[in-house]
């Protein structure tokens, strides 16, 4: 077999023919790292027969079918892949360490395989492959979720070696594989640990050859950096046709499943799920976690409608301001961002009036989402204005984003918003429709 040497950046996965201290493409010192690359001992069939000449076709020769997609048993996460697993696909899965990962996926293959009896899906095969955990765990992972139910369709293999992987898929020819994680996959014909850019990219190509080739779809694990960035070269998310992150805080439970890229679906979905003691257990309402019961007399607490990919949903905001007597008074904000925090204060501050500059200043979005949208800034500043008065707004909703110059902006989707508030019995709902200013609603409420 013959043997060529490469310097590939492990931070960006950059390649060069020979070493640098400096990457040239992410700025990196001292990342570029050396591997042999060598002959792989997998060969696919079609290396032995003859290639017929490629010859191009006219779009409306080409003929489409649409593929019956492998449903998960999650309905919200068939609504982030579009409708389910497409055959021959492969669908990248990344979080933080803890987050759920494994217990997801091993959810789902005992749904594929029949474990809660899905009428579509009572004789689908799944191979589940752990580079990270013996059978036993696994098994007691399962034992856990599905309460120690047999199953002769989910097939469990402990195995780090690439090659050897593509064999029993090839004998075997499962429905799905699942393989945890594509970091710990190695193959004796690199060079390099488990997890370097060489092993990575040389598994997931292997990986995604065997896919198209026998119409299996593979759901590959992925780890993160501490930026939250997926771990190896950055190739590997545009090698892949879906890649999914879920996300969530380990302490409140609620996870956020998010499609970043999806060939076969949208990207704007989410899927909203809380992990317990028996596995993660989907949300189709998520109000139910967003909203807690609010006494009359409470004050500090607004409620917003948010949109995550798609969906609308109340969220409730809660400020809490009491008088400072520090020099700089403390902003704690949990669930937006700090600065956004800082500039809304300053708004009521400038334009309001609000003495928010003796005040220490905590804001925190109920159920442990973080929000991003702009339309909470009124929220944020009615819950702060609510504390600082000890004025009660309850069931009061405010959708607007707010301006430097104090003024109420309108979001993107607003009818669909309101909607969802008046499903839910709420009509006092504040928007920049109504109001122009920030002052001006402060005035209504006060």
Known sequence: MKTSISFVCQECGYESAQWMGKCPECGEWNSLKE??????????????????????????????????????????????????????????????????????????????????GLKQNLSQKVLYISGEESEQQIKLRANRIGKGVTNDNLLLLSLTDTDAVVSVVEEIKPDLVIVDSIQTM?????????????????????????????NIPFVLVGHVTKEGMVAGPMVLSHMVDTVLFLEGEKNTGTRILRSLKNRFGPVDEVGVFTMQGEGMREIKNPEQIFLSEQSADASGSVLTVTLEGTRAFLVEIQALAVYSKLPMPRRVASGIDYKRLELLLAVLQKHCRLPVDTMDI???????????????????????????KNVPLRKTIGIAEIGLLGELRSVNML????????????????TAEAQRSLNNVLKTLG
């Open 35 to 116: 591997f042999k690359i060598q002959n792989s001992k997998f060969k696919s069939e079609r290396q032995n027969l003859k290639v017929a000449p490629t010859v191009p076709k006219k779009l409306d020769e080409i003929k489409y079918q649409e593929k019956s997609r492998l449903k998960t048993g999650f309905l919200e996460a068939d609504g982030v892949l579009g409708g389910g697993i497409v055959p021959g696909s492969v669908v990248l899965l990344a979080g933080d360490p803890g987050i759920g990962k494994s217990t997801l996926l091993l959810q789902m293959a005992l749904n594929i395989s029949g474990k809660f």
């Open 186 to 214: 190695e193959s004796e014909g690199l060079g390099g640990l488990s997890g370097s850019v060489g092993q990575v990219r040389y598994a997931t190509s292997v990986f995604i050859k065997v896919a198209k080739s026998l």
């Open 415 to 430: 009818e669909k918003r309101i909607k969802q508030a008046k499903k839910l019995g709420f009509k006092n709902i504040i």
């Open 362 to 388: 905590f804001v925190n979005v109920a159920g442990g989402l973080k929000l991003s949208d702009p339309a909470a800034d009124l929220g944020i500043c009615l819950a702060v204005y609510s504390s600082l």
